[in-house]
């Protein structure tokens, strides 16, 4: 009881604080008032602890099974391990909330923290901006989604977690999406502000570049985490869907990944400002739209996320958001037009405006199919799109971008010469290889033959910048060691290079399992065999187990020496609903996917069996872009300002 | 300037001719189980959204399952082979997609179901 009162105040505290720290410092940052401003970030400060302790509160509910709260007895129950109770804090509705606040207040702070350098004016906007997102979070949370409502009787247990979470990815895909999310409103409050200061140069890019790659990294690996999620754990074979709750995370991913390589345009060349803005204003944009469409259910999707009162919040903040960027942007344009020399069309700048482009592109192509249904609702009968539309329209769009990847980080600055396209023969002597091996192995699915070949000469440009790069300052003297440290020197680059060959790794693996996955169905009686594609099973029996809370029914195959246990477990308590548990074996070469359907009166059972070429590479593939993230992310940061403009004005903008 | 806007319009042209060509063969009418008698598209699939009622019949190891679908007062049987949905029992809602058979019965490509809603099991407060 206390303790949610306390709660309670915390949150209500922090919004005091949070509408107080934006109010004034929009006040004083425009009055450049210093002690105020120094006032307004302090009251953000304070808005971050009152929301941490609320998080902290509501921790220590879960984990004592305080099941007065209501939040507290929705999401657990005394049987759930207490990894999962914990989890449930970013489990509901309410508490994922406070989870978001507390990623953006304690970012925020970091990121005013450092902020001296950027001047009174826009480090005092930004807190403005931040406070101000921070303020409709706890409204939200104090006034329609509190995590600290009380329930009138106390139960003595609470209802737990639904059995399909009740899994290691639990832990961490939620949080991990989430706070990509959360982290992207801070390079959104620095370009608002910097538009608003009226300070067009690089400085909040220099500034935001870390929240911004660290955003890029948590979504990429909150993908991909969700992908592995659905892989082990639903049991059709597949890891994405491009359901509309997939396609709203993904495409705030395709706006990060645009705006991480126009950004360098502009630190390096002085173009493409406003373009920046609008890519910076578009992921944040996309982010919220994403929160608001699975809080509100308007699309038809699988996942169906309670129809609940803060869609209408989430749309109204949308607009407030949409109106009050392209207000800004839209009053500032006048003043956006770029430094830099105009380059020719063949040159770093044109490969990076191209590819920014293209993934635009495909972001327009998942919202029209992911808005169809409401679209085409409104004007008559509703349609959906398959997962082939999706597909077809974005596959071009992709194969055009890795082709760019391919030769992308060979092009130099300004001007491309001889020596470019000469050094363009590695990528393109590795396509041709890889094709005519698929042609040889006789592959004939024109995705495939497309995808994979431009992969691989995506992998051999970064083997070969790794191998010039070492090659070069092993001559220069010095040897091994000093290559090593060189290397970790511009390690911005480097990492950038190693999160472009895990991607490559990855589209490998997505192509592989995709175009040459295999199924079978079968019923089988005891002792009897099945072969899929090379691999041979024998099934050996089936029993079933009876568990504290549920029941389970487990067949055993064998492969060669190993055993696999598919089986489907039945929560008598919750209905009977059953939950599957596919048995995995895995290797780098191929994954053997085993569902358990069900055993019939005759002492059979029936099987559906997949073959998977080379889903682990999408896993591994992934874990090489983090590394990348976290080694090009790593160490002190280089402070890198605008280019020193170039005297012959140019009359040509970017927008 | 001229050239930058030449790229654009190049790309939003492909990007438009991709969505336009692609959603072609590839979207599928949501229907009612009373307008998928009186109206189904010629060609194509049809999603249909309803509630699965008792009389699931299971035949080979739960792989091949009938089941009537009803949606307010309408009702089609539903024959779908395949693996279901952890949470497929009387009373959910799912989402079948295919095509409804001269014999009157929706042959069903996929069956989707409604995930349940939220990370608990019921609501305590409503």
Redesign the interface.
């Known amino acids: 009881m206390t303790l949610a009162f306390l709660g309670a105040g915390s949150l209500l505290a922090g919004l005091v604080m949070a509408v107080f720290s934006a109010l004034l410092s929009f006040w004083a940052g425009r009055t450049e008032n210093g002690v105020m401003i120094q006032v307004g970030r302090r009251a953000f400060y304070a808005t971050a602890a009152m929301i941490f302790i609320a998080s902290a509160l509501l921790e220590t509910a879960l984990v004592t099974h305080d099941f007065s709260l209501?939040y507290v007895?929705?999401?657990t129950d005394l049987s759930t391990p207490i990894a999962l109770v914990a989890a449930?804090f970013y489990?509901?509705?309410e508490g994922s909330l406070l989870y978001w606040a507390l990623i953006l207040s304690i970012l925020g702070s970091a990121s005013l923290l450092a902020s001296s350098r950027l001047g009174p004016r826009l480090a005092a906007y930004a807190a403005g901006i931040m406070a101000a997102i921070a303020s409709f979070f706890l409204v939200v949370l104090v006034l329609v989604a509190s995590p600290f409502?009380v329930?009138a009787i106390t139960?003595p247990d609470g209802?737990?977690?639904?059995p399909?979470?009740r899994d290691g990815g639990m832990l961490i895909h939620p949080p991990v999406v989430l706070a990509g999310f959360a982290a992207f409103a801070i390079p959104f409050s620095f370009a608002a502000a910097a538009l608003l200061a009226g300070r067009f140069d690089a400085a909040w890019i220099a500034h935001t570049r870390r929240f911004a790659l660290v955003a890029w990294g948590l979504q990429s690996a909150g993908l991909l985490l969700g992908m592995w999620w659905a892989y082990h754990v639903?049991?059709?074979g597949g890891y994405w869907g491009w359901d509309p709750v997939e396609n709203v995370a993904f495409m705030p991913w395709l706006a990060t990944t645009a705006y991480l390589h126009s950004s360098q345009v502009q630190e390096r060349r002085g173009r493409l400002r406003a373009w920046n803005f609008g890519l910076v204003i578009l992921a944040f944009l996309l982010v919220v739209f994403g929160t608001f469409i699975v809080r509100s259910g308007i699309v038809?999707s699988?996942?169906?996320?309670?129809v609940s009162p803060i869609g209408p919040w989430f749309l109204g903040f949308l607009g407030v958001c949409l109106v009050f960027s392209i207000g800004v942007l839209a009053w500032r344009s006048g003043g956006l037009h770029s430094s830099g020399e105009p380059a020719p069309?063949v040159s770093r700048e044109g490969a990076f405006?191209?590819q920014n482009?293209?993934l635009?592109?495909v972001i327009?192509?998942v919202f029209?199919?992911t808005m169809?249904?409401l679209v085409s609702?409104l004007v008559g009968?509703?349609?959906?799109?398959?997962?082939?539309?999706?597909?077809?329209?974005?596959g071009?769009?992709f194969a055009a971008i890795l082709a760019l990847m391919a030769a992308g980080p060979l092009i130099p600055w300004r001007h491309a010469g001889v020596p470019f396209w000469r050094s363009l023969t590695w990528p393109a002597a590795t396509w041709a290889l890889v094709l005519a091996i698929l042609l040889v192995a006789g592959v004939r699915g024109l995705p495939a033959l497309i995808g994979v070949p431009l992969a691989a000469a995506v992998a051999s440009t970064v083997v070969y910048e790794y191998a010039r790069a070492i090659g070069r300052w092993r001559r220069a003297g010095g040897g091994w060691p000093r290559a090593v440290a060189l290397l970790a020197r511009r390690r911005r680059r480097y990492g950038a290079y190693l999160a472009h060959l895990g991607l490559a790794v990855v589209v490998v693996g997505l192509a592989a399992s995709h175009f040459w996955q295999q199924e079978k169905?079968v019923?089988l009686q005891t002792g009897q065999q099945v072969t899929v594609a090379g691999y041979t099973l024998t099934f050996a029996g089936a029993e079933t187990r009876e568990l504290a809370d549920h029941s389970e029914l487990v067949a055993a195959m064998t492969l060669g020496g190993q055993t696999l246990e598919p089986a489907r477990a039945t929560y008598a308590g919750?209905?009977?609903?059953?939950?599957?548990h596919v048995a995995i074996s895995s290797s780098p070469i191929a994954d053997l996917y085993v569902?358990l359907?069900?055993?019939?009166s005759d002492g059979?059972?029936?099987?559906?069996i997949f073959v998977n070429p080379l889903v682990s590479w999408i896993w591994s593939g992934g874990a090489i872009i983090i590394v990348g993230v976290v080694l090009g992310n790593a160490g002190r940061r280089r402070a890198v300002g605008e280019p020193v403009a170039v005297s012959v004005p140019s009359?040509?903008?970017?927008s | 300037?001229i050239?930058?806007a030449i790229?654009?319009g190049v790309?939003?042209a492909?990007?438009g001719y991709?969505?336009y060509?692609?959603?072609g063969?590839?979207?599928?009418?949501?229907?009612t189980v009373s307008e998928l008698r009186s109206h189904q598209p010629a060609s194509g699939?049809v999603?249909v959204?309803g509630v699965v009622q008792d009389d699931i019949q299971?035949s080979?190891?739960?792989?091949h399952v009938r089941f009537t679908e009803k949606d307010g007062t309408a009702s089609v049987v539903v024959d779908y082979?395949?693996?279901l949905p952890?949470?497929f029992?009387p009373g959910i809602t799912v989402?079948a997609?295919g095509r409804l058979g001269a014999d009157g019965v929706f042959h069903a490509r996929a069956v989707?179901?409604?995930?349940?809603?939220?990370?608990?099991?019921?609501?305590?407060?409503q």
């Open positions: 209501a007895t929705e999401h449930g489990g509901g509705q409502d329930l139960p209802l737990g977690l639904n399909v979470l639903l049991g059709w038809p699988v996942h169906t996320f309670a069309a405006a191209l482009l293209l635009i592109g327009a192509v029209w199919g169809l249904p609702g009968q509703e349609r959906v799109v398959s997962a082939s539309y999706y597909e077809r329209a974005s071009p769009l169905d019923t919750l209905g009977g609903q059953s939950l599957t569902v359907a069900g055993t019939n059979s059972a029936s099987f559906r009359a040509v903008g970017a | 300037m050239r930058w790229v654009m790309v939003a492909c990007v991709l969505v060509s692609a959603s063969g590839a979207s599928e009418y949501y229907v699939d999603r959204a299971r080979n190891g739960g792989l082979t395949g693996t952890d949470i029992k989402v997609e989707l179901a409604k995930c349940p809603s939220r990370f608990s099991t019921t609501s305590y407060t």
